[in-house]
């Protein structure tokens, strides 16, 4: 929802579009740019007093089918304490401010077997490798030899004080 929610508004951006298979920041078929049209977000941080939120999620409505040719991925939500008890198992998927060393953010990053480390404040806790950019990128899973989206990635907490560094990921039931 950080991505499409003005905080100051609480409005949603009119001029969002999606560029699927972005690689060095071209994408691949011009035919292929789709426009957002409608937004159904989590929160609109009325209420977080610019804390996180659990429920900074977002689903974007296209106005083209891009599923039909990229594909679609089904999300399962499952209790973190199943996703913590599977180590390494999961990857995230984003345009990480970090990669690549030329261009960051412009190709599509996967980070491949990082864990679910468990759950603080309704909200997943995760060691994948992210920077600003990945922000929505789905923490996917392989389950029965299919992959699912376990967590949608969305930031970060820094708290030495409190003895907590990790990554955070809203949980699939907070948005189902």
Partial sequence: AHCVI?????QWSRQASFAPNLIDGRLQSQKDLAQV?????????????????????????????LGFKYGTLRWRALPASFL???PK??????YSGDFPP????ETASVHMGC?????????????C????????????????????????????VNSPEAGIA????VKVSRIR
């Fill in 6 to 10: 003005d905080p100051e508004t609480h």
């Fill in 37 to 65: 049209i409608e937004v159904k977000a989590g929160t609109d941080f009325r209420e977080t007093d610019g804390d996180f939120s659990p429920d900074d999620w977002a689903i974007l409505k296209l106005d083209k089918p």
């Fill in 84 to 86: 913590s008890e599977n």
């Fill in 89 to 94: 198992q999961f990857a995230l998927v984003g």
């Fill in 102 to 105: 030329t261009g960051p953010g």
């Fill in 115 to 127: 864990s679910i480390r468990g759950e603080a404040q309704e909200v997943l806790l995760h060691d």
């Fill in 129 to 156: 490798d992210m920077l600003g950019g990945s922000s929505g990128g789905p923490i996917l899973g392989k389950l029965n030899n299919d992959f699912r989206v376990v967590g949608i990635n969305f930031g970060s």
């Fill in 166 to 169: 990790a990554n955070l990921a």
